[in-house]
């Protein structure tokens, strides 16, 4: 199996987790210096020798730059924007958008973390979005009388 890896960032953001316990130092609005990493995969190589040329990665960078650079997470998607759900999310739109071998996606917000996504269903598969899922646990919640 043939891999590649590409780091994007640092992209300068803000977020506040929300409906954490009191206290809960991520409940406050703070910042980070996110780094973003992809990898793809492919048993075969295309005519140049490459699983995807890196050159053709630079529409993802341009996306997480207009969209998460110098943003409020907060304010650019619906739904909790912790490491774990912006992992899933960038590793959705990339192969929703540009149908890359996508097998993982990373999502750092400090130099000693990650939170890595990995699709269940398969190298460059979309099982459930973020937005399905988040429409899903609040229906459950909802239909056992619980308000999120």
């Given at each position: ?6 780091e994007?960032?640092?992209?300068c953001?803000s977020?506040?987790?929300?409906g ?7 409940m ?5 210096n996110?780094?973003v ?14 699983v995807v040329?890196?050159?053709d ?13 110098h943003?409020?997470?907060?304010e ?8 774990e ?7 959705e ?7 890359w071998?996508v ?10 973390t990650?939170?890595l ?5 398969g190298i460059g ?8 899922k988040v ?5 459950e919640a ?6 999120p």
């Open positions: 199996m043939n891999t590649i890896t590409k994007f960032g640092p992209l953001l977020h506040q987790l929300l954490l316990e009191e206290g809960h130092k991520c406050r609005l703070h910042g980070h996110v780094a990493r992809v990898v793809l995969v492919s048993p075969d190589l295309d005519d140049h020798g490459f040329d890196y050159g990665l630079a529409p993802l960078k341009d996306w997480l730059w207009d969209r998460f650079d943003r409020h997470l907060n650019r998607v619906d739904f909790q924007p912790s490491a759900l912006m992992a899933k999310y960038v590793y739109h990339a192969v929703r958008e540009f149908g071998p097998a993982s996606v990373g999502w750092s917000e400090t130099p000693a990650w939170a996504y990995t699709s269940s269903a598969k979309i099982e459930e979005t973020v937005e399905q429409a899903r646990l609040l229906a909802e239909a056992h009388g619980a308000r």
